[in-house]
């Protein structure tokens, strides 16, 4: 699924930023996703005929001596994304009633994280001549955390912009990381949290596919997913 949403920012004339963002936590718990292509015939959110569950789980870490540190107080985003290929094989981000690239919230994110990425890229370079050599590390790495939060605030303004706000939900995780979603849609997002786990500002990130869920749970209630995939994580001092 990320591969032919990649390929779509392609399409959009965005150059992909070759960095990856490093793994300073150890993610643990896999959460079940769905890789193969699916047609572009799901309705989209807020449509009369579209499912809606319950979706509610959990946000950690993992670190490396084997510790779980709930994500407590995250705030928890669903960012729908459906995107398939067309009877021609062809990619296709047209889902449901008229739904754009530029009107779908994940390929908006991923496509602004890109921006923020290659943004970053060059005012660290600059900057890293005011920074001590002991905190180049940090500074960098809290550079990238403020460009997500900056992708994704960005993201949002979008999706308000085109009126598109309905597809994107967002709840606040408890003091264990606890987080639920009474009203979604079935479909393909992107499960995303931002918030502390013990003493490190994280960011978690997840491919979710509620429609693969639908007919494998009792009734309309998706429980206990577990989002522990850490994408990045700085250390806080004082």
Known sequence: MREIKTEILVRM????????????????????????AKPATTPQPGTSKQEVLKVSGRVFAITQLGDLKPGRLAKVYLLWGNVGLNSKGEVDTVTGRGITAEQN??????????????T????????????????VERFACKRQLSGIDAALLATLDSMIKHRQNRLVYSTDADEEGNFQFKSVAAGDYLLIARGQASANDVYWEEDLCVRCFANKVLGTDLSRVKLSSVKKSCTNFN
Do not use: C, R
């Open 13 to 36: 004339k965005i150059a992909i930023a070759s960095g990856v963002f490093a793994l300073i936590l150890v993610s643990g718990g896999l959460l079940a996703a769905q890789t193969k």
């Open 105 to 118: 919230p994940e390929v908006v994110y991923l496509s602004n994280i890109l921006e923020q990425q290659q």
């Open 120 to 135: 970053a890229t060059k005012d660290t370079e600059s900057d890293l001549n005011s920074v001590s050599p002991d905190n």
